[in-house]
C-alpha cells in the first residue's frame, strides 16, 4: 500500500479519525525513536568486583539492592 492509497482512505474517515490517525502515526513515530536511540549501557559492570569474595552472587544482589535504598 503505497503512501497516496493511505492518503486516500484518511481522507474519507471523519476529521476527528484523522486527528487519530495523526496522533497515532506521531505515537508510532516516538516509539521508533526510542527504540533506535537507546542502547544498554553496563558503565556499572565490574563494580561490585571487589566484593565477590567476600559475598556470593545471590548476597551480592540483595546487598546492592539495600546499598540503592540508603
Known sequence: MGILKIEEI??????????????????LLEKHK?????????EWAGALKKYRR??????????SLEWRED
Not at 484518511?10 to 505515537?27: G, S
Not at 526510542?34 to 553496563?42: A, N, R, Y
Request: avoid cysteine; aromatic fraction near 10%; glycine fraction near 2%.
Open 10 to 27: 484518511i481522507k474519507k474517515l471523519p476529521p476527528e479519525f484523522q486527528k487519530e490517525v495523526e496522533d497515532f502515526i506521531q505515537f
Open 34 to 42: 526510542k527504540k533506535t536511540g537507546k542502547k544498554l549501557k553496563q
Open 54 to 63: 567476600q559475598f556470593t552472587s545471590l548476597e551480592l544482589q540483595r546487598k
